[in-house]
């Protein structure tokens, strides 16, 4: 429940809200925007980025937290670990969302032998919390180069275009894999997918299911997975290193059994990687959306290996995170809010940036507003701003927000905050990792059979990611990325070894680099304060 | 983190322990030592990782919940729940004709439900005897409308006297129906037209493209 504090600074919005109504705010010009955003986006804030010392990438840029965890050492005693392959098998898959359960399932239709493994459970995974839906370009008055066209943009023209055509290209055919597994999206009367618009899409391209788009998938390939009997499973196995044959490519990982606290070596013809993002960091202190395993383990993992990263400087801040209470800290309101006429308003009751202006921009109006001191600010000292739903549920009538928005209305009923009646506290939350770790259009990476697919995976959303698309491109390249390894059956794999490891480890210490981060984080430190 | 000095006292996994007032159970875990990890997932009541079961002050009946939702007050007596077995039933959709008409060798158990409501403890509110009932009605359409929401996280299941996992029934008839429908016209269009090679000619142009080039040729298709 809203303190009484509080309940005071609502006061002000709902006086101010006949006014607001009224009100008519211009997009910002293209000057304006930059100026925005150069001033008080988190991506421009230089003294929060340092330049790479080793590696692949060394001398580009990218946050302190990455970077320290790339010039990091593991807290492992790796000649305790016995290098002999406890776990032999064709092509093992690290993480279990939705593009590590797409590339097992596509390896295992080619008839490879699959480990999947993951740090949490089963389908713990930024996948679940897709809720606004998939871009494919299905409708009418679309086209596959439309898509294209709009991810360039979007991605300030810093995406690769291969892979983006990729992308795009798959769309409809990933769609039709779907469907056929079981998993149907919304429709019109005629029975064709109902395509919806969105911010930075010039044709309806957004496909949904409710508003639980990625829940409602990763239920369905969850259990297929299940029904697979070339796939085996082993939940709560982080893997802590790559493995490297004498050439350097890469043959496998050592997995970390959470439950009987042990190491172990599993040996592979090909490694794909899905272990997701990296919210869990913490970047500059935002909030993030992100689930608990959201360490960035792949960056550290493949960056060890060798593998060359791409746009690691480039983070996604979600405008609408709830800043209260705190138990739901960083937790999403989707766009939808925004679109269907919530306004954004400081503690003044004003509002200060058209809600429709992108993303990146919204998250800089707000910041600059509660750093202006304009902001509302919690028990706890948090800041934000109020996020007008009520005046949502006055336009489109009583019982609007619960039918609408089901679960964001329960989870807050559940501390008696009533959205229909009451405003948001929202603060910009850390949603996305732009880049990654460099791939080709099969997923694989810089290091040979070692293959990328999701949000670990860069070099497609270029600066920013359109809305409705990482969950198109974990499917994508997810089973892009299991075809290809599955090719790989024939082969041997070599020795197993961690040469990589002790090479750049030699690196840190030649340069005399000590660092007090221990990588990969695998679980963010105790985070009752998650601030 | 609280700025309020108020403490509530409550019973966590066994032990009474003294804690903040306004923490959540798994926050309530990680504030006393517990290093929880199995429990714990999207942290934002979405992936049904955290299920615990409590007892509130002066309560008798045991209820349940999500751990990263459920604000714990003082005198509630609380367990995780992280894992109830339940059975899932092996079938390959693929394979099946019209795989609606065989739920009831795939799902016998569901035909035995006295519609005892046991199962109705939803942490996101469905009406899960409801949803079993248009099940066994053969009502496929009404029982798959209320389940969108749900998380499986498996607690009603865990409730069922009849052995009966209402969310894998539910996912099965989901997935069943979603196979029994026909594929949508407009996605089959764009298929047809893209494997009659409808773009070839635009990607060979835009493969040769300069980096400037591409940007204004990508405004121009956007803005077309």
Request: hydrophobic share 40%; with cysteine.
């Amino acid at each position: 429940m809203y303190t009484d504090h509080l309940f005071d600074a609502i006061e002000v919005v709902a006086a101010t809200r006949e006014k607001r109504k009224q009100q008519e705010l211009a997009r910002l010009p293209e000057e304006a925007v930059e100026q925005l955003l150069k001033k008080f986006h988190p991506d421009f804030r230089d003294s929060a980025f340092r330049n790479l010392r080793v590696g692949m990438n060394r001398g580009e840029r990218t946050t302190h937290e990455i970077a320290d965890l790339l010039e990091a050492f593991s807290d492992l005693d790796y000649s305790k670990i016995d290098l002999r392959p406890e776990y032999d098998t064709d092509v093992l898959v690290l993480g279990g969302g939705g593009a590590g359960v797409t590339a097992a399932l596509f390896a295992e239709s080619m008839g490879a032998r699959v480990l999947l493994a993951t740090k949490l459970r089963l389908g713990n995974s930024n996948t679940i919390m897709a809720l606004g839906g998939m871009q494919a370009s299905v409708s009418e008055g679309d086209s596959p180069l439309r898509h294209f066209a709009d991810t360039m943009i979007a991605g300030n023209n810093a995406g690769r275009r291969e892979l983006v055509k990729a992308m795009v290209e798959d769309g409809p055919k990933i769609v039709k894999w779907l469907l056929e597994t079981g998993v149907d999206f919304d429709r019109d009367e005629a029975g064709n997918l109902a395509a919806k618009k969105a911010g930075g899409i010039s044709a309806p391209r957004l496909i949904s299911i409710g508003d639980h788009t990625g829940l409602n998938i990763m239920k369905v390939l969850k259990d297929e997975i299940g029904k697979r009997a070339s796939i085996d499973m082993s939940e709560f196995t982080p893997a802590v290193e790559l493995t490297t044959d004498e050439s350097g490519a890469c043959n496998g990982a050592i997995l970390f059994d959470l439950g009987r606290k042990r190491h172990f070596a599993v040996r592979a013809k090909a490694v794909i990687l899905a272990t997701g993002g990296s919210g869990r960091l913490h970047m500059q202190g935002f909030p993030t959306s992100n689930n608990f395993g959201a360490t960035g383990d792949a960056l550290v993992l493949a960056y060890r290996a060798g593998a060359k990263l791409e746009g690691v400087d480039s983070f996604q801040y979600h405008p609408t995170g709830v800043m209260f209470p705190e138990h739901m800290v960083g937790v999403l309101v989707t766009e939808a809010i925004r679109s269907l006429g919530g306004h954004l308003v400081n503690v003044k009751g004003e509002r200060f940036i058209n809600e429709l202006e992108t993303r990146d921009v919204c998250a800089a109006a707000i910041i600059r507003e509660c750093e202006r001191g304009n902001g509302v600010t919690t028990p706890s000292g948090k800041v934000g701003v109020w996020l007008d739903a009520p005046l949502i549920e006055e336009a489109q009538g009583k019982g609007f927000l619960r039918k609408r928005f089901p679960s964001l209305f329960r989870h807050l009923m559940r501390v008696r905050i009533d959205i229909s009646k009451q405003p948001l506290l929202v603060f910009p939350t850390l949603h996305y990792q732009n880049g990654g770790i460099l791939i080709d259009e099969t997923g694989e990476t810089t290091v040979r059979n070692l293959f990328v697919a999701g949000e670990a995976a860069g070099g497609i959303h270029g600066r920013n990611r359109a809305m409705g698309n990482a969950l198109l491109d974990i499917f994508v390249f997810g089973r892009r990325a299991g075809l290809a390894a599955s090719q790989l059956m024939p082969t041997e794999p070599g020795e197993v070894t961690l040469n990589h490891v002790y090479r750049h480890y030699d690196r840190l210490k030649s340069l005399r680099i000590s660092s007090v981060a221990k990588s990969p984080t695998l679980f963010p430190e105790f985070i009752v304060n998650k601030l | 983190m609280h700025n309020n000095e108020e403490t509530v006292t409550i019973e966590l996994e066994g032990r009474k322990i003294k804690i903040p007032a306004g923490l959540t159970v798994i926050e309530a875990l990680w504030d006393t030592g517990h290093d929880v990890k199995r429990g714990v997932g999207c942290l934002s009541g979405l992936c049904g990782a955290c299920t615990v079961a409590y007892l509130a002050k002066e309560s008798r009946m045991v209820k349940f919940g999500l751990g990263c939702q459920q604000i714990v007050e003082d005198g509630l007596n609380v367990i995780m729940l992280p894992y109830f077995p339940s059975r899932v039933a092996r079938y390959l959709l693929e394979l099946m004709e019209n795989p609606l008409e065989q739920l009831p060798e795939i799902y016998a158990e569901l035909y035995s439900c006295n519609d005892c409501k046991a199962c109705n403890i939803c942490p996101e509110w469905i009406n899960v005897a409801g949803v079993m009932k248009a099940a066994r009605e053969a009502d496929y359409e009404t029982a798959t409308e209320h389940v969108m929401d749900c998380i499986m996280c498996g607690l009603c299941a865990s409730r069922c006297p009849r052995g009966i996992a209402p969310q894998h029934v539910a996912l099965f008839i989901q997935r069943a129906l979603t196979k029994e429908r026909p594929s949508p016209p407009n996605l089959l269009r764009r298929l047809a037209e893209m494997d009659s090679l409808g773009y070839a000619a635009d990607w060979a142009e835009v493969a040769l493209l300069g980096d400037e080039e591409l940007a204004a040729y990508c405004r121009r298709v956007s803005e077309a």
